[in-house]
């Protein structure tokens, strides 16, 4: 048999690693350079100051974004994960294949129409006089403020991160080997025991990845905080539009990007490394 060439396997990961280059290692280094950039007479000039760093990172208004920005995506991938997993456990384990693979096909169905087109849909559900508050009327309740606030934009992520939640949990879920299950059941294990002692730390890296997924998702979601939410208060996404807006601060926007970049890392890296920790 001819030797294979030491050189093979590196071939086949070169499209990966260019594609990886080009479209978001090289446009990442871009933006960190940029950063450091100064703007005069509303033109970037290279150059490298720490002047758009301390403006950003010293300003109040910053850390409020950041933190409504961290606080919502936390709050939306909670309540995603928490929404999708009676759903979720039902396809897994109470459905069969047949339906749980019609199931899966019609939760990917909302991805062919334009996020921004529902959240427009949205608009008009969530409005003063829309279809929700004609609906809490007839029953003597309302008008209640749904849209241009933290519940519209609520709804705008579920919008954006439920069904993909949902079908990773159900991957995961239907992914556990039956034989623990029935273990647990043989040794005497109630049905409650059974899913937190056996199902869930069995299905603990899907279920991680879904939050992860959705955290992300959400984090740098600009679509439901602006048009759902009124831009009030801003999010990091909304303060990137503005900031290169006022004078064409783009490197101004760059820090903030950045910063999301490295706050997506750190919670990316940390949840999968949670997903894989073994318990003691």
Do not use: C, H
Not at 34 to 59: H, K, T
Not at 69 to 81: D, E, I, V
Not at 125 to 140: D, H
Not at 230 to 254: C, E, F, H, M, Y
Request: aromatic share 16%; hydrophobic share 55%; net charge positive.
């Amino acid at each position: 048999m001819a030797k294979r060439d030491a050189t093979y396997p590196y071939v086949w990961r070169l499209p990966l690693l260019i594609w990886q280059g080009l479209f978001f290692v090289g446009p990442l280094l871009l933006m960190v350079a940029m950063s450091f950039w100064l703007v005069r007479n509303y033109r970037m000039e290279p150059d490298f100051v720490l002047n758009n760093w301390d403006r950003m990172l010293s300003r109040g208004f910053f850390w409020d974004a950041y933190f409504v920005t961290f606080w919502r995506a936390t709050l939306a991938a909670t309540l995603a994960s928490l929404i999708a997993f009676p759903a979720s456990f039902a396809l897994a384990f109470r459905t069969s294949d047949t339906v749980r693979r019609w199931a899966v096909f019609f939760l990917i169905v909302p991805f062919f129409t334009s996020y921004l087109v529902r959240i427009y849909a949205w608009q008009v559900l969530l409005a003063g006089s829309g279809p929700l508050n004609a609906i809490l009327g007839f029953f003597g309740l309302g008008p209640y403020t749904m849209l241009n606030s933290g519940f519209g934009v609520m709804v705008g992520y579920m919008t954006l991160v439920l069904p993909l939640v949902v079908i990773l949990q159900t991957f995961s879920l239907a992914a556990v080997d039956r034989s623990l299950i029935e273990a647990a059941r043989n040794l005497g294990a109630n049905p409650r025991e059974t899913l937190f002692r056996v199902i869930v730390p069995a299905a603990k890296v899907g279920l991680i990845i879904g939050f992860v997924f959705a955290f992300i998702l959400t984090f740098g979601d600009f679509v439901s905080p602006f048009y759902l939410g009124g831009s009030n208060p801003p999010t990091l996404s909304i303060l990137i539009v503005d900031t290169t807006k006022s004078g064409q601060q783009w490197p101004r926007a760059a820090v903030v990007a950045v910063m999301m970049i490295v706050t997506l890392f750190v919670v990316a890296f940390g949840a999968v490394a949670a997903a894989y920790r073994r318990r003691a």
